[in-house]
């Protein structure tokens, strides 16, 4: 039977909730990679197995949607705070609905940390706790100079304020089965690949602000328009370079203004600067 899959996002956000699950795991709760740390010595039959990839794999699903919507709370609540003119009922307001957004994450984790312990048995849950921690802290200790590299990485790509692309979610999944099959070193030559392909080092320097009146307009009815912008949107799924990246949100923020003032004429412009970026990676 395959190794437990136990990558729960809803488990590694961004610091927002780690306190409350530090305090369940040290009240009886059970990370799901203290469970495949010590799955030998638990003899798990093959439907806990089952069961357990279950949960985790539905879990999965859930934290997305939920994370994205605490990004957006918040993002909307640093908006509000760096607005001088903002009174303290709207930033209150956004506050509230900032937790809310919270709670249903926390929800969902204390969910599914239940649902974990619920699959063993009393003996197994006892002996989980008491030789999983010891192997999780020789563990832990061997992946935290990997895990701190790619810690970097992440808040730089979170401080673009996008999602990551399937490009880089695709580098980041094949790094992360590295580091649970146990192969640091394999895994820690594709993070520094991924590093120099993501031009990481290049967000020192500042990002210039692009004159999209030079670029040629191309071919500006709507039909073209909307074809071009489809097959850029597609291509842009492909980037890694976070410079690039940047470039990118820049160019999506003027092509919202020229759609918003219908100037088909500045949106080709935009489009024709982001096309011929798309050829140079």
């Known amino acids: 039977m395959k190794t437990i899959v136990c990558s729960l996002l809803l488990l590694v956000t961004a610091g927002l909730h780690a306190a409350n699950v530090e305090d369940w795991l040290k009240n009886g709760l059970l990370h799901p990679d203290l469970i495949t740390s010590v799955r030998e010595e638990l003899a798990l039959t093959e439907d ?19 994370e994205q919507a605490v990004k957006e709370q918040q993002k909307a609540l640093n908006h509000l705070l760096k607005d001088t003119t903002t009174t303290a009922e709207a930033a209150s307001a956004q506050l509230t609905k900032l937790i809310e957004a919270e709670a249903a994450v926390k929800q969902l984790q204390l969910r599914t940390l239940i649902g974990v312990r619920d699959v063993l048995t009393p003996e197994q849950l006892q002996k989980a706790q008491k030789l999983g921690p010891p192997k999780m802290a020789a563990k832990s200790g061997a992946k935290s100079p990997v895990m701190a590299k790619a810690g970097k990485l992440r808040a ?22 590295l580091i649970k099959s146990g192969d ?13 392909d993501s031009r990481f080092k290049e967000l020192e320097a500042e990002d210039e602000v692009v004159d999209f009146s030079k670029f040629e307009t191309g071919s500006a009815d709507l039909e073209s328009l909307r074809q071009r912008f489809e097959a850029v949107q597609a291509a842009g799924q492909e980037i890694i370079s976070l410079p690039l990246m940047r470039q990118m949100i820049q160019a999506k923020k003027a092509f919202e203004e020229a759609k918003e003032a219908q100037d088909a004429d500045k949106v080709g412009r935009i489009l024709t600067y982001v096309e011929g970026k798309l050829k140079e990676q």
């Open 48 to 66: 806990q197995q089952s069961k357990l990839n279950a949960q985790l794999s539905e879990a999965r699903q859930q934290a997305e949607p939920l």
């Open 156 to 177: 730089a790509v979170e401080a673009l304020g996008v999602p990551p692309t399937d490009a880089m979610k695709a580098r980041g999944a094949e790094i992360e089965a």
């Open 184 to 196: 640091l070193a394999a895994a820690d030559t594709a993070l520094d690949k991924l590093i120099e």
